[in-house]
């Protein structure tokens, strides 16, 4: 088959463009044929390489997949069924596993990164529990663009700050991928949400998800302006992924009660926090790493009905996935980059 590869950690060229071996799924595996696979900044880390993790070359990143089942291993899979794949990968047996908690399974790895690998390729193989299937009416690119970065905004938003209706939430980075996602899953669930970007097009399109004000955060900062629109009071929630460059000004937008949700460290892994502002004013902090396979399950019925909508920034033809790890690289995107395979 073709894929793209990496057999060294660096820059966007160290992709390749090649000949693969076809994947040989195992027992209980079906194999896909990849029709579009969605970026996430999990490729980027993975083609960067982080210290202490080996990722075994050549490599095939690749989280979020759309495609048709071609061979199963597994019985009651029906061949030619269209499907996207669940991105988390764990074992199904231990007690996080069956306590429906299986992104916190020892073993829990994402597709196409670390020891799977993962959908920029015609074709890939996962375990038949990750099969999730599409109805006609979604295409392919919406599909791909859909799995990592709903599960994860659902998770934080639903699971870890237990959002409820009429609570106010700060979204960063509303360009990206979570941040799209997120203020779709917190408006779709009655919250009152403001979300930050660093262009007025940006800004714009975040109003059109559902943001009810926006903040430029070059030119504005953004614990003032949470202050200003709340009234002083700060928000219930923040989704933050920004890391070190966003941290204290995130902690300070908080209420009385806030709960801070972090999924991500773009811009750097070291956050100073006040410890009297923290008990003093009953603030939680969570740390969330996608979700699970049944809230998954459960935020597609909305992607079904139309209720959530992936944006889709730009696709790309698969032998041009450099090109496409670039735009990600320079955060020039507004939503999902999607490789489209032939
Ligand atoms: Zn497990």
């Not at 597709?111 to 979604?138: F, M, R």
């Amino acid at each position: 088959m073709k894929a793209v590869r990496f057999h060294q950690h660096g820059g966007p060229d160290v992709l390749r463009y090649e000949d693969a071996p076809d994947p040989d799924p195992g027992p209980g595996e079906v194999l896909v044929k990849v029709r579009a696979c969605a970026l996430n900044h999990l490729d980027l880390w993975a083609r960067r390489g982080l210290p202490g993790l080996k990722t075994p070359m050549p490599h095939v990143s690749g989280s979020d997949v759309a495609g048709e089942v071609v061979s199963s291993n597994a019985t009651e899979v029906g061949i030619g069924r269209r499907v996207m794949l669940q991105p988390g990968v764990s074992c199904g047996r231990c007690e996080a596993c069956l306590s429906g908690k299986d992104n916190e399974c020892a073993s829990y790895e994402v597709l196409g990164y670390l020891h799977h690998d993962g959908g920029c390729a015609e074709y890939v193989k996962v375990p038949v529990q990750n099969l999730l299937s599409i109805p006609d009416a979604i295409d392919f690119v919406t599909a791909a663009a859909f799995p990592l970065t709903f599960l994860t905004a659902w998770h934080m938003l639903m699971t870890c700050a237990r959002l409820k209706r009429g609570e106010q939430v700060l979204v960063l980075a509303a360009g990206s991928g979570v941040g799209q996602a997120a203020i779709q899953v917190a408006a779709l669930h009655g919250a009152r949400v403001f979300a930050t970007a660093g262009s007025d097009d940006k800004l714009e399109r975040a109003r059109s998800l559902g943001a009810v004000e926006v903040i430029h955060h070059h030119r504005q900062d953004i614990a003032q302006e949470i202050k200003r629109l709340t009234n002083r009071r700060g928000v219930d929630v923040v989704i933050e992924h920004v890391g070190e460059a966003t941290w204290a000004k995130s902690v300070r937008s908080l209420a009385r009660g806030g709960r801070l949700v972090t999924c991500g460290a773009t811009t750097g892994a070291h956050g100073a926090i006040n410890l009297n502002a923290l008990f003093g004013k009953r603030l939680t902090i969570h740390g969330s790493y996608m979700g699970t396979k049944s809230e998954l399950i459960r935020a597609a019925r909305y992607l079904f009905a139309g209720q959530l909508k992936p944006v889709i920034d730009r696709t790309f033809p698969l032998h041009e996935a450099a090109d496409a790890h670039r735009r990600l690289e320079e955060s020039e995107q507004f939503g999902k980059i999607v490789l489209e395979v032939s």
